[in-house]
């Protein structure tokens, strides 16, 4: 059995061109998720170059290194805590759900995160959230207030405050532009 760690997949969508990749790659894939993917084949195997370059064909990238691999991981867990809170699922806080979810200290996971990608979990947490805030805004379906309940804000004035911080305009001044800009989960 061999695992992958697959950087740069953020939804189902990732999830399931991974699997995609892989299969018609002929592994016997057992597992996928965000950030990972495990086929039955032992390493020796797997053609780590072609898969690789499968891959980055479709914007994702095989992890070799450990810290990489803990970074991505983190990232992945980050983006389902976000969704978590989304979907207003009952959550701890997010130290623990990550320490939980990887099985690894959290001062492991953030000390070894704000080494590879300088930046704290906290600062990509804030980020990516604005991001999904952002996403939110765009469908127009759900007023401030909902979108602050939603992503798990106290308040709309804590979010307004965090997204003004964040962006450096307010929610209204973002929301008036033509094309409000909108980053790509995946390169936050």
Known sequence: MTTLHIK???CDRCIATAQKVLS???????????????VAEPA????????QWQLRDLGFDLIYNADEQLVAQTKATVLAYINAQENNNEIRKLSVFLADALETSYSTISRTFSEISSDTVEQYYIRLRIEK???LLTYNELTLSE???HMGYSSVQHLS????????MTVRDWKMQE??????LDSV
Do not use: C, I
Request: overall charge positive; proline content about 2%; cysteine-free.
């Open 24 to 38: 018609e790659e002929g592994y016997t894939v057992t597992d996928v998720s965000l950030g990972k993917a495990v």
């Open 44 to 51: 020796h195997a797997v053609n780590m170059r072609r898969v």
């Open 179 to 184: 094309d409000p800009e909108r980053l790509k």
């Open 147 to 149: 979108v602050a309940w």
């Open 133 to 135: 805030v952002k996403e």
């Open 161 to 168: 405050t965090q997204f003004k911080k964040v962006t450096g």
């Open 8 to 10: 740069n997949m953020v």
